[in-house]
């Protein structure tokens, strides 16, 4: 196989990968039961597409390996499925994520932890998945700016529209 042969391949598996992920995320949606049924087979082709498949392509042509991590979805829970303790309100949530946004760029995984952390301190039962969710109802509305799949927390950002 030369280089250029590898990275046809290379294009292929890395649209199979992003698919695969997708399909995590969707998979963790469904009840426990449903998961349960679907989590192990789908481990199994990531397994061998990353630690086989790709890593083959990479040990071959190094030059190929797009970046140090594959940006795997982190969180797949949308507001719609967010359960508000009663002695919270949705403004008390914009409240924090507001308080700690910025007009410059800043990591998703950043906004989601420092606001984590601002919740715990507060003393309020929420989730890390669940702010990311409401981020992402900020922004659709226009309140938030945003780059990338915000659901991949690692590598999107997120700012104060403006």
Known sequence: MDREQAAEIHEYLLDAAYAIDEARAAILALDEHDRGEFTAPLETVVTAL?????????????????????PAITSALRWDQVRIPPSVSEADIDSILFSVMEWQWRKMALVVGMAY??????????????????????????????????????????????
């Not at 190929?64 to 594959?70: A, G, K, T, V």
């Not at 952390?117 to 989730?127: A, I, N, T, V, Y």
């Open 117 to 162: 952390g601002r919740c715990k301190e507060l003393g309020l039962p929420f989730s890390d998945e669940a702010l990311a969710a409401r981020i992402q109802v900020l922004v659709k509305s226009g309140r938030l700016e945003a780059q990338g799949d915000l659901r991949r927390w690692r590598h999107s950002e997120v700012r104060l529209k403006g």
């Open 50 to 70: 990353h630690s086989e498949l790709l890593r083959g392509i990479y040990d071959r042509f190094p030059d190929l390996i797009p970046f140090r991590e594959f």
